[in-house]
């Protein structure tokens, strides 16, 4: 999303008979690849996290007041999913906070024998 935006300044700079009155992008769909595997069985220790039928993956509830449902996978390469972001903070902010779930919740890496649980914000 923020490299859509980017790409319109620029254009909006190279024509310099355009200017940008008013940017959106509603209900953009972020994803990715962690950068290591994450574990199921800890990440559904999570009382944030919710494992349904309804949804493949494991969804996070936000406490950021993010207008999104991340959703994270767990199969290798883990992956994650945040559909209906509707601005540049509901983006920013269901980031960083899974990023933060998926540090607590990544495999170790003594061969993923053990999960790395850190305590992050007082928890």
Excluded: W
């Excluded at 008013?22 to 950068?35: D, K, R, S, W, Y």
């Amino acid at each position: 999303m923020l490299q859509s935006l980017l790409n319109v300044v620029r254009f909006n700079m190279f024509d310099n008979r355009r200017t940008i009155t008013a940017a959106e992008a509603p209900n953009t769909v972020i994803t990715g690849v962690f950068h290591k595997q994450l574990d199921r069985k800890s990440l559904l220790t999570n009382p944030r996290a919710n494992d349904t039928d309804d949804f493949p993956g494991i969804t996070i509830e936000l406490h950021s007041g993010a207008k999104a449902t991340p959703g994270l996978h767990t199969n290798a390469p883990s992956r994650f999913i945040i559909p209906g972001c509707r601005s540049v903070y509901d983006a920013y902010a269901a980031a960083l906070e899974i990023s933060q779930i998926a540090s607590e919740h990544s495999v170790a890496d003594d061969g993923g024998k053990s999960a790395k649980r850190r305590r992050v914000d007082g928890e």
